[in-house]
C-alpha cells in the first residue's frame, strides 16, 4: 500500500484532517531527525508527517539533519514524499499567495549541509537532472486544477544557505540566472530522496517577491508580511493536500526507486561492513 510522506515547512506544523494514530521516535545512524513522525490517515490514504523545522520551529535551515529525516521516512515504509516550504519571488508573474511546483534546483549552499548518504567507504553516483518525481509532481498540479489559487506547473528554485534573506545584489543575480523561487530547505531534500529511492515533489508557497522589486508599488522583505502570507498559504496547501492524497495512484510507475541501480562505484567486497549495516534499508537490493 502506498504510504505518503509529508515534510511540513514554515507555518505548517501539523494537518488537523490528519487521522493520527500514532506519534513515532526514529534512531537513525545519521543522528536524529526534526521531530517525531505523525502516523496516521488522511483522506483515507496511510500517511506519515514530520515538522520540518521541529516543533515550535527551532532548527534553522542549516541545522535540520536532512539525513535523519529522510531515512525516517525510509524504514516507516514511505514510499513519496511531498515537501512544503516558504518561498520568495524572482519573477513578477509569480506572485505571493501563488503556489510553484518545483521542477528544478540551484544549489548555492556551498556544501554547507550534508546531503548524501554516502562515503565512509563506499561512492555512489545518482542521476540528478530530473531532480524532482515528474509523476508525483504532475499528479499534484492535475488534481489540483480547480483550486481558486494560482498555481504555476514548474519553476526552478535556487536553494539559498541563510537564515538572512538576500541583499539585492544577490537576488539580482539569481533573477539574472533564470531562477523562479528562492528558498533554504529542499535541495538537500530532493538529492537524499531521490538515493533512499523516493519520489519527491516540492509545493512552494509565494509568500513575497524577495527583494529585488523596486518602484512605488516595491516593499521590503518583512518578517511580518511573510508571517502573514504564510498563514494563508498554509491553509491553501492542506486543501492541495487532501485532494493530492485521495486521489494519487496508488502503484509507482517512474523510475525514483531504481536510483541506485548501476550507481554504486564501489566494489562490495571493498565496502566496510559498519558501513553497509548503516546503510542497509537505503542500498537493499542494489548490492
Known sequence: MTKI???GGSALYNIESLEVD????VETPFGEPSGEYMKGKLS???VVFLARHGEGHRLMPSEINYRANIYGFKVLGVDRIIAISAVGSLKEELKPLDMLLVDQFI????SARRMTFFGEGIVAHISFAEPVCPSLRAAIYDLNA???VKIHRDGTYI???GPAFSTKAESELYRSWGADVIGMTNIAEARLAREAGLCYASIAMITDYDCWREGPSAECVTVEMIIANLMKNAETSKKMLLNTVAGIPGKRTCSCMNALKDAIITSK???PRA????LGPIVKGFI
Open 5 to 7: 510522506g509529508v515534510i
Open 22 to 25: 500514532e506519534k513515532v521516535k
Open 44 to 46: 483515507g490514504k496511510e
Open 107 to 110: 544549489d548555492r549552499t556551498n
Open 146 to 148: 480547480k483550486m481558486p
Open 159 to 161: 536553494n539559498m544557505e
Open 269 to 271: 567486497d571493498a565496502i
Open 275 to 278: 558501513t553497509l549495516d548503516k
